[in-house]
């Protein structure tokens, strides 16, 4: 068999929808198998676990050696950041996860094998890539919230410390509260201690709430639906490429320059 022929013949079992669905659920029953590790069993389960673990880190060794061959241009395939994820996760898996120095490290990574469902499922990597992005917008939401955070735990430490000093002894213990109440983690009887001595307290903790867990988180929500719109479009756009397919902002310039055009034969017209 020619060698274009079997790279051909690799590339479309990569592209096969089935088995891309196999794939995915190897990495489901080997995340099903790391937590079934973490109970006691009989010595003849464990041995029949050692066996389906070592099954599936060479059929995830296959499936990343099929991926590479079906690369028409291999030095493409490591410019793929996913790859390199995945390939990374398959060869540390390779450690022997029983009775070595590395076991720990082995296990560990065994766990870190059902995130290869984000490399294989594309709309995971959309929403992954789109919280990555959205993380330099997000910093400075997270330091505007944490300056509020900081004066309602001084105004706290200062005003509550002799109530409970449990909750309110120094300002970073003051942080943790004012964490639980924007969390709605028993607030109320936070509030209604303090509102014992200083019966106008509510106040301070329906502002902290309006301000965190209304205000910012929902910030936070818009600016991540924000750019995962935009991830979203550069999906389709690229999509499109591939198939040879208009976008539908393709369609909209168009028809811009075509009633661009007919205005200026209209202009032109001799009355």
């Known amino acids: 068999m020619k060698a274009s022929e079997l790279q051909t013949r690799f590339e479309r079992i990569r592209s096969n ?3 891309e669905i196999f794939v995915i ?6 995340a099903l198998l790391v937590g079934a590790k973490t109970y006691d069993m009989p010595r003849g389960f464990a041995s ?34 996913w790859n390199w994820f995945d390939t990374l996760i398959v060869v540390i898996s390779l450690i022997p996860a029983e009775s070595t120095d590395l076991a720990v490290i082995g296990r560990l990574v065994r766990v870190f094998r059902v995130l290869r469902m984000i490399s294989i499922i594309p709309e995971l990597r959309i929403l992954l890539v789109s919280l990555v992005k959205a993380l330099p917008q997000l910093g400075y939401v997270m330091l505007l919230m944490f300056i509020i955070f900081y004066i309602y735990a001084a105004i706290g430490s200062t005003l509550f410390e002799g109530i409970n000093s449990d909750l309110w002894g120094d300002i970073t213990i003051s942080m943790l509260t004012l964490f639980r109440v924007m969390t709605f983690e028993d607030w109320t009887d936070v509030m209604y201690e303090t509102m014992a001595v200083y019966p106008f307290s509510w106040f301070y903790y329906l502002t902290f709430i309006f301000f965190t867990a209304f205000a910012f988180l929902n910030m ?22 591939e198939n040879n397919e208009p976008t539908l902002q393709d369609v909209m310039d168009e028809l811009k320059a075509l009633k661009a055009q007919v205005s200026r034969s209209a202009k032109n017209k001799p009355e």
């Open 220 to 241: 936070v929500i818009g600016i991540v639906v924000g750019v995962m719109e935009q991830e979203n479009a550069a999906a389709r756009k690229e999509a499109a490429a």
């Open 48 to 81: 029949v676990t050692l066996i389906l673990d070592w099954f599936i880190s060479a059929f995830f060794l296959t499936e990343i050696t099929i991926r590479f061959l079906g690369e028409k241009q291999k030095t493409h395939f490591f410019k793929s950041f």
């Open 25 to 30: 659920s190897v990495i489901v029953i080997s």
């Open 17 to 19: 929808k089935t088995f």
